[in-house]
């Protein structure tokens, strides 16, 4: 089976949706970054060089494994897995590790920094894709099939969290996720979880009440304007006056100060300002594409490895847009997940383009 | 593939799930997308509007306010006000020590203001300009300046209680509250977009929306009288030191008010140092008994109803009795009038007489003509605060308060009421509505609004008005308002005492409210003036003492700076020289009797209530309004005592003056007293010597 299939082209709509959205997001995090870049740094392409730097080293990446045989990799898993381990334990080394606003998230090595948790997404995609399509496996069996998972899941989780970066181990456990039900886990055994979760999560929001009033704010976020609220009125205060064509590339009000994170976080929201309905429906049509091409690419996939890592990788991105569009638009609380191939995103972007290599590496097998 | 593994139709169908799934969640987002931007857009967009916008208010410079001859009253000058802009504050706590002491505010209060987070906050209105050139000179990143106006009223308290004052933003009182909307105009703004920090967006839109100026308001008051009146006010608030005084003069043929004052009044340019009872306009709002210039009233209504005939006879016994009560005349102590004609009811203000002519026209008939002389009810002037007076129902109004209201009691009324009650009678009896505001203007000098004279309602026959005011004529020839008296004019006059109604209704005994009211010239009344002086408390407390002369020199000015020529034909005219009566140990009460048609002044010194002394002595012959001492002892020896004011008189006067005090003189020269030490008014002990220095008139 391994050398069996047929080699064709790869999905070229995944190709053309990955780099139009790359396209768009370089221009946006110039046009949403160039006034703080300017405050802040007094340097106005600040982020655009960044940008542009990691998109061209994440294309390279990307055009690396596209060529490289998706199978090949479950050799490096269990490497991946240590080095991770390990970059997520220098994190917390001074003098390799950067601290900045009180997170230790980054870590410098050679006048880079990266984020080590952006390694983790794609290590654990391909580790539990790699685990759970072993033919000794059996996925029906919990301590078979999910928990040796979850555990190891665990483990990078907790080290994420005491960075501490939520959004990021959010996108981790539900890229896992993910996998692991797309693998096949039983419906009760999901359901057994939840039920354990339930309560720890009770917990939670009933020993520290702001942490519930913070959830819940995205409901009404003019409640309290200026602490849980603000992110999301500014948000709005972005994506309203956009109306249905925007008030024009580059010309956004809410970047000045108003929105934190323009580039970032919020860049859909400078997005939507700036291009109004017409942009953001644009980008979430073509985030659906993506999705579309990558479960079609994970059903033609010639193998269970090819299926799950196809899913893992196409769960990891879209659910991350899921997640942000989420928050900007004030659907879902506000996580600190970053929108993939637009936000200003550093390694975070090098990796998810390393991933779009892996995916479209499995499309070039797809069976007919 | 064994049956352990992954089974593929499993994945396939967990795909397809996951799949639709996530289409939904799209789909969902995409509603919401939808729902924000093109639904609620419109409202989050005006928010958001809100957020952006800052604004610097540009206030409009407020209308000014000038005299009948375009006089200014009260203006605005440029002054500015020191703005922090907080975000563009670097060192918050540099910025507020250096300020705090320029501004002569605490630091701590400085500090609390430019760290506050928000675009712009007033620091310190209406600065000096030697603070702002100071504020200026630091150079601190964030302070701005706005310039707006200040009021200033550049002749204090002239007028005050007419023209009222400005606080930070708004007219409070007198015509500054009342006319506030036609002086305020509109504020402008400076508006710009201002990002996250409250700073200007560089290329953000920003706005200049100009301030409409105030319109300015061109009074009927003429400053020249308004000043003379309130010169003359002035003068008596210093010698008979009363509890306040009231002028009205007004034009009766337009109801126009040309100067209109209550004292004690107030600087408006720093309205905070004086008490608030001071602000309001007291000859408007103000209510008393009107005595008996209201019987002025009576008699019009009298002659109009044919119930009055001047030479029939009447006899006044000092009291009549009206349903079983008995009501005196102020001459009851000497046993009345005695038998008189009814002009000398008039003359003489012989109550009696009055309650008879009253009891004439009948109860009803009085009262309808009260109320169509404006009594009861408010005149409809154009100042705030004015009062309605009170005048009694045709229920209440028995025999007992008709025979009051003939002669001015039990009524309560306002200066201004019984000024156009009498301007009613000057113009030929039409009762005019007053007002001070003649035109409105607009900042480029256009007339915006005229006010024409009004007639609210026709009162009195033409030959009724005439036959009052001749009889108003004679007042002032020969009765209690000789002192009123104008050489070569024709006055037409009446006094007033009526006794104060404290609260309760009760009268307070010995303090009267002196008034006077007349109208010159009587062939043809150009101006009016009522004066009313409240409660002297030095002096003689009698009308034709106090407000008649005040009158006589306010309208003797008035006169000769309006150019009126003096009669061509005097009808009445009073004695040049009259002769001193006898004053020798007459009480008070008579001593007034005698003087009130002597045409003479009277000075009191001492405090006693008998004379003891008089100079000139009784039947030297003085001109008219010459001033006569009375001494009236109750000094006790080895005591102190108050220095009299000898400048102008004779030697043997001065001499005699001192002696009653117990002081001696020591004189130098000959003639009239020139000066004199101690000054008038020092406190010596008795046996003093005053030096005094008498000079030939006319010589070195």
Redesign the interface.
């Known amino acids: 089976m391994r050398a069996s299939p047929k080699k064709k082209a790869p999905d070229f709509v995944i190709l053309f949706t990955v780099m139009t959205l790359l396209a768009i997001g370089i221009v946006m995090v110039f046009s949403a970054s160039a ?1 703080i870049a300017l405050e802040n740094r007094a340097d106005v392409y600040f982020h655009l060089r960044r940008q542009v730097f990691w998109a061209l080293l994440g294309l390279g990446g990307m055009l690396f494994l596209s060529n490289y045989d998706y199978w090949k990799l479950k050799r490096w898993v269990n490497a991946l897995l240590v080095v991770n381990l390990l970059l997520l334990l220098a994190v917390f080394i001074p003098g390799v590790g950067v601290e900045i606003n009180g997170a230790r998230r980054w870590i410098m090595v050679g006048g880079f920094t990266g984020q080590p948790s952006d390694l983790t997404k794609v290590a654990m995609v391909l580790f539990t894709a790699a685990y ?2 072993r ?5 029906q069996k919990f301590m078979q099939g999910a928990f040796p998972v979850l555990a190891v899941m665990g483990v990078f989780f907790a080290l994420i969290m005491a960075q501490p970066d939520l959004g990021t181990a959010i996108a981790i456990a539900g890229a896992t996720m ?1 996998i692991v ?4 886990m039983p419906y009760r055994q999901i359901l057994a979880i939840a039920m354990c979760g339930l309560p720890l999560l009770g917990y939670l929001m009933a020993s520290k009440p702001y942490r519930l009033r913070r959830l819940l704010s995205f409901r009404d976020p003019w409640a309290d304007p200026l602490n849980t609220g603000y992110h999301i009125i500014q948000s ?9 064509f925007g008030v024009g590339l580059g010309r956004s ?2 970047k ?4 934190p994170e323009p580039h970032s976080d919020f860049i859909f929201a400078i997005l ?1 300002e700036e291009l ?2 017409i942009g ?2 644009s980008v ?1 049509s073509l ?2 594409l993506l ?2 091409r990558g ?1 079609k690419t ?2 033609m996939a010639p193998d ?1 490895f090819g ?2 890592l196809a ?1 893992g990788i196409t ?1 990891m991105i ?2 991350q847009a ?1 997640i942000n ?2 928050v900007v ?3 879902i609380p506000v996580t600190g997940i970053n929108l993939p191939l637009i936000s200003a995103g550093g390694s975070s972007l090098f990796f998810t383009l390393c991933s779009v290599g892996v995916l479209l590496n499995i499309s070039k097998y797809a069976r007919v | ?2 049956k ?5 139709i ?3 169908r ?3 799930l ?2 639709v799934v ?2 939904a ?2 789909l ?3 509603m ?3 729902y ?3 639904v ?6 005006a ?2 509007w809100e ?2 916008n800052r604004s610097i208010p540009a206030r409009s410079p407020r209308g000014s306010i000038y005299d009948r001859k375009e006089r200014l009253l009260a203006g605005s000058a440029s002054a500015q006000s020191v703005i922090a802009l907080p975000p563009q504050i670097q060192d918050k706590e540099e910025a507020a020590r250096l300020l705090a002491p320029l501004l002569e505010m605490e630091e701590s209060r400085v500090l609390e203001l430019i760290s506050r987070r928000s675009a712009t906050v007033y620091l310190k209105r209406l600065v000096d300009e030697e603070t702002a050139f100071a504020v200026r000179k630091l150079n601190i990143r964030g302070i701005a300046f706005s310039q707006e106006t200040r009021r200033f009223y550049p002749h204090g308290s002239l007028a005050s209680q007419l023209l009222g004052f400005v606080g930070i933003d708004e007219g409070l009182s007198g015509l500054e509250h009342f006319y506030e909307l036609v002086l305020k105009g509109r504020d402008g703004r400076i508006e710009f ?1 201002s ?3 409250g700073r200007r ?1 560089p290329q ?1 839109v920003q706005s200049y929306i100009q301030p409409k100026d105030g319109n300015d308001l061109l009074l009927t008051i003429d400053q020249t009288i308004q000043y003379i009146v309130e010169r003359e006010m002035e003068r008596v608030m210093l010698s008979s030191k009363p509890k306040g005084i009231i002028t009205i003069a007004v034009d009766p043929r337009t109801g126009e008010i040309l100067a209109i004052a209550g004292k004690p009044d107030f600087d408006p340019n720093r309205f905070a140092d004086f008490p608030s009872e001071r602000w309001k306009l007291s000859p408007v709002t103000n209510t008393f008994e009107p005595g008996s210039t209201f019987k002025l009233v009576t008699l019009a209504a009298a002659l109009e109803e044919g119930k009055f005939n001047a030479r029939e006879g009447f006899f006044c016994r000092g009291a009549i009795t009206v349903a079983g009560r008995s009501i005196g005349c102020w001459t009851r102590g000497r046993g009345g009038h005695g038998a008189i004609s009814f002009e000398k009811v008039v003359l003489g203000s012989c109550n009696p007489g009055f309650i008879t002519i009253g009891q004439r026209i009948g109860s009803e008939k009085l009262l309808s003509y009260i109320r169509a002389f404006g009594f009861g009810v408010k005149s409809g002037i154009d100042v705030p605060g004015e009062s309605t007076g009170i005048i009694f129902t045709e229920k209440q109004f028995g025999p007992v308060e008709a025979a009051t209201t003939s002669f001015g009691q039990g009524v309560s009324v306002t200066p201004l009421q019984q000024a156009m009650a009498v301007a009613a009678i000057a113009n030929g009896g039409y009762l005019m509505k007053p007002y001070v505001v003649k035109q409105v203007r607009d900042s480029e000098g256009n007339v915006l609004e005229k006010r024409e004279p009004q007639v609210v309602r026709r009162v009195l026959s033409g030959e009724t008005a005439r036959e009052v005011t001749r009889i108003m004529e004679l007042v002032v020839t020969e009765g209690s308002g000789i002192n009123a008296y104008i050489e070569g004019y024709r006055i037409a006059g009446k006094t007033g005492t009526a006794q104060k109604v404290g609260p309760g209704g009760v009268y307070i005994g010995g303090e009267y409210i002196l008034s006077f009211v007349g109208f010159a010239p009587a062939e043809d009344p150009q101006i009016l003036i009522y004066v009313a002086v409240d409660a002297p408390q030095s002096g003689p407390q009698w009308g034709s003492q106090t407000s008649a002369p005040m009158f006589r020199r306010m309208m003797e000015d008035i006169l000769k700076y309006l150019n009126i020529p003096s009669a061509k034909t005097p009808v009445n005219e009073a004695p040049r020289m009259v002769e001193v009566p006898d004053l020798m140990r007459l009480s008070l009460e008579e001593a007034s009797d005698v003087l009130e048609t002597s045409g003479l002044l009277v000075k009191f010194i001492g405090s006693g209530s008998t004379i003891l002394n008089q100079t000139p002595k009784g039947g030297a012959r003085v001109p008219l309004h010459t001033q006569i001492l009375v001494y009236l002892g109750g000094e006790a020896a080895g005591e102190e005592v108050t220095v009299p004011d000898l400048s102008g008189k004779s030697m043997r006067e001065a001499g005699e003056i001192l002696g009653w005090l117990g002081l001696r003189m020591n004189f130098s020269g000959s003639g009239i007293a020139r000066s004199q030490s101690p000054a008038p008014g020092t406190r010596v002990p008795a046996n003093s010597v005053v030096s005094v220095e008498f000079r030939n008139p006319g010589g070195p």
């Open positions: 006034i759970l399509s033919r000794d496996v059996n996925v993910i039900f797309v693998a096949g709005l205060y972005a994506l309203g006056p956009g109306g249905l009000r809410q000045f100060f108003y929105l939507g109004g309905f953001t429906a979430l985030f659906f999705i579309w479960f994970a059903l269970n299926m799950l899913a769960g879209g659910l899921l569009i989420g638009t004030g659907s | 593939m064994s352990a593994a992954v089974s593929g499993i994945i396939k967990r795909l397809m996951l799949f996530m289409a969640t799209v969902a987002l995409l919401r997308l939808f924000i931007q093109l609620i857009a419109g409202e989050l967009q928010k958001a957020q952006w977009e990002d996250g920090r967006i953000g």
